[in-house]
């Protein structure tokens, strides 16, 4: 039988042993194992094993069944056994001895390890853990399933002509540095050639073949005497690289081994393109598309550097902005495709003209920036750099049967003295370089703080707005929404105004933006949420009659990680029950991200807050997306309200809107209704409620509390 089978007495000699345990114990008859004990065959820490387990069953007279063992036998090689060790008795019941069997399970052990290790490896690759340790995982896989094989990857480099080290595991250190960069050609050893023939090629003796004729003595002094190598494809059959097996012996491989390299050889392709991938979708997230220049993205982290080095060594860092004089002219006579070409032109002369160590950046359309790292303190070395960039861009360009020449207009901002950080060098040489087309054009000019008055009001309402919220200036207005049918009040949306104390009143479009700029706009809409929430409470606390109270949230607020928390706390500082708050969100911004805006929708809703949708018709929402956005109430845009009683246009998707949703059980508020012609096909059309100018303005909270007593308002 295949499987071992002996007979051991008490003190774990072999009383019996069959064919194959005797066979791969190094014995030529079975009777040769007679008498014998493991540490007549095993190494001593296995030996000892065996016998602990062994005396284990002996002293407790409890089997040992289907264990999973480690043998290495007489040749060598390691296999695994499911076996089973059962007390002998006699008629007395007396144990004076144990029975054996073991099934060889290396194959299925060998199986469940690849399995094991293919899905490790596709884990790893789905995860994009890096190349480097995908491959050698994959080439420990593969020499995991056989024995005296060694693995190998090696990479096609940029310029198509050399492979470099991938993975190499259990190669020698020396080896594979010898044949790093190695030349893809018709007779560069089995990866060489592989590569350059685009198939597999198969060496069985290294030392003969002449396709190792140079490296032959390289291979021979590591003991390689056979190397079967396969090109690395992608799925468009481009050369990505070459899987190599190593052998010790002279062969070629078997049908097994060649399995094993066919899987092996996808799956290194497989990590390959995604790294490529990978690696094209982070140039293209910081490279300009056209002229292949760094984008925007990387533009703040060189000159964040470029800064760095300046105040460790006492440089300078020059903060130069192009942009192209009538350019638009250009896309307009020649057309865009001559457009295209001219900007890739002046890039390519930009950087010819500055050092390896500066930056030439793509801003778009056609304005680029150029950082220049550790510049002398010397404006006239700066200056002679400006002139060769200028004179560079301004040689004659050959666009078609066209040939012209470009101008720029170019501002310079340098570190230290006219700004200390990369937003206020960029916005000073973008002030510099709206000078210089002030002048002229075709010029260059050097920052000056008065060439910045525009910027330096944004900034004055920057830190106006900083300072608002601490002195109390922010006030809300309240805008009634009414029930069509009934006439009554049913809720107010909430409106910021700010008491500017200069400017006197100033409406939401005149701060807003600029609070969206500068994420003030996060705090402030925390406030708006505050009061509104502790002012509906105390219109409830008056004896008014319950409503709910509307409030915008912007698109930064509502991707901040803790606006639920945010909405919890308004709710629970003020006493106001979740239900009388509705948010407003924008169809646009649902539709930005629509898994993250139903979630956040979602866990909103769990609080038992209102959603209502604002300004829809305008974000190009799908019917199937609607369907899963957890909203009570549906805003028609006043964009289709102004004219809605003239323009078919715009009743036809305020109808629309309408019936959309009352089939989704969802109310419809109008917004900015203000004729008796709009209420009148808002009433004809079933729409549910509206909000404007027709009814009421914003006004005030008390003039609100009197609205609903009642009494007449100011």
Known sequence: MPDYLWVKDTESRFVVANRAIASDSGKAKTSDMIGLTDFDLHAPELAQKFRAIEQGVLRSGQPMIDEEEFVVDASGAGKWFSSTKVPLRNVQNDIFGLVGIAHDITARKQADTLRDGQAQILEMIATSAPLEDVLDCLMRLAESQLTGIFG???????????????????????????????????????????????????????????????????????????????????????????????????????????????????????????????????????????????????????LSQAILYAQRYDRWVTVVFIDLDNFKLVNDTLGHNAGDELLKTVAGRIVERVRATDTVVRLGGDEFVVVLFDQPTNVDLISET??????????????????????????????????????????????????????????????????????????????????????????????????????????????????????????????????????????????????????????????????TVCVNVSTRQFREKNLIGRVADALKVSGLEARYLELEVTESLIMQDIDLAVATMNQLQNLGVQISIDDFGTGYSSLSALKTFPVARLKIDKSFINDIAADENDQAVASAVISLGQNLNLRVIAEGVETDDQVAFLRKNNCDEMQGYHFSEPVSAPDIEKMLSGEPMD
Not at 286 to 295: A, F, I, M, R
């Open 386 to 547: 400006l002139q060769a960039i200028r004179a560079a861009i301004a040689e004659p360009v050959q666009l078609g049967a066209h040939r012209l020449r470009a101008t720029a207009s170019i501002g310079i901002a340098s570190y230290p003295k006219d700004g200390t950080n990369p937003d206020t060098l960029l916005a000073n040489a973008d002030a510099a370089m709206y000078r210089a087309k002030e002048f002229g054009r075709d010029n260059f000019q050097f920052y000056a703080p008065e060439f910045n008055t525009r910027a330096h009001e944004k900034f004055v309402l920057q830190e106006d707005l900083r300072n608002a919220l601490a002195r109390s200036e922010f006030t809300l207005f309240y805008q009634p929404q009414v029930d069509l049918r009934s006439g009554h009040v049913f809720a107010v949306e909430a409106l910021i105004r700010w008491n500017h104390p200069t400017r006197g009143m100033l409406a939401p479009t005149a701060f807003i933006p600029t609070a969206e700029e500068t994420s003030l706009i996060v705090p402030i809409g925390d406030w708006v949420l505050h009061e509104a929430c502790r002012q509906n409470k105390a219109w409830q606390d008056a004896g008014l009659p319950p409503m």
């Open 152 to 302: 190998s990857v090696l990479l096609l480099d940029k310029d198509g002509s050399h492979l470099r080290h991938g993975a190499a595991p259990s190669l020698a250190k020396a080896y594979t540095s010898a044949i790093d960069g190695i030349a893809v050609g018709p007779k560069m050893g089995s990866c060489g050639t592989a590569a350059y023939r685009r198939e597999p090629v198969i060496v069985a003796d290294i030392m003969h073949d002449p396709l190792w004729h140079d490296h032959c003595e390289l291979a021979a002094a590591y003991g390689y005497r056979s190397c079967w190598s396969t090109p690395i494809l992608s799925h468009q059959g481009a050369v990505l690289g070459a899987f190599a097996m190593y052998s010790t012996t002279v062969r070629e491989p078997t049908a097994a081994e060649t399995r094993l390299i066919d899987f092996t050889t996808r799956i290194a392709g497989i990590a390959i393109e995604r790294k490529l991938a990978e690696d094209r979708i982070h140039f293209m997230a910081n490279h300009d598309v056209l002229t292949g220049l760094p984008n925007r993205a990387l533009l703040e982290d060189r």
